[in-house]
């Protein structure tokens, strides 16, 4: 472990600012990397085969992980940390990774046999939870609009648990002319709104379960006109006590164990 009393010290530029969204999305992707934060999350991201660019941690926890190589390993006091990261790093463990090429979205698609499919989302927690929803529930893949934020953010990769890397995604480039690729492979776009002239989702077809592609927005608006238009089918999950629909990550994972409650475990 090589020790750092200074917060400006280049060596650890990876880390600095890690509040500040704004920042951290112009230096992020550019640099293509990622920061992971807390020792499972990490350990998730090396065992999906990410390539770590170095370790940062709390000087006094540097035990925890003594047993990975790869990278040059950091350590700095709890006060030094909050400095260089602007908050408190409670779980000690930072690492910074390579970023991985995305695969096609046509490649995909090919693999899979349900997909969720994100319009809007950018905000960081939610997009972490659905992960983590999709992961749990047996749904395959995710897909997004070009305005969805980064999954591979700091947030989202540790409200996901580290998920983020076992789901496969991809961003599709135009929207939502993209949609017709995923009809093209096969799947019915199943988009997700409260309108009363949508279908239950309890009540749709054998054959509209067969390739399910459910498309949801963001939190508050919802789905776009256009993307509304796009899909196959319009469908809802039944409210009660006059709620009329639920936060995005939790409408997410009902629709999946919707589509999913009948696999063998």
Known sequence: MELITDPADERIADYRALTDVE??????????????????????????GYRPRSFLVEAKRA???????GAPTYGASAQVLQEITGFNVHRGVLASFHRQPLPPASEVLAAAR??????????????????RGVAALGVDAVLLSP???????RRSVRVSMGEVFAIPYVPLAEWPQGLQLVRDAGYTVLAMTPGPQSVPLQELTAAQRLRPA??????????TPAALAAADVHVRIPMRRGVDSLNVAAATAVACWELTRTDPL
């Open 23 to 48: 920042l951290r999305t112009r230096w992020e992707p550019p640099h293509g990397l990622f920061i992971a934060e807390g020792e499972l999350v990490l350990r998730r991201a090396l065992r999906a």
């Open 63 to 69: 035990g925890q992980i003594a047993d990975l190589s």
């Open 114 to 131: 349900r997909v969720v499919i994100l319009e809007d989302v950018n905000n960081h927690t939610n997009l972490g939870a659905i992960f």
């Open 147 to 153: 305005t969805c934020a980064d999954p591979l953010y």
């Open 214 to 223: 459910l498309l949801l927005g963001a939190e508050g608006p919802g789905l």
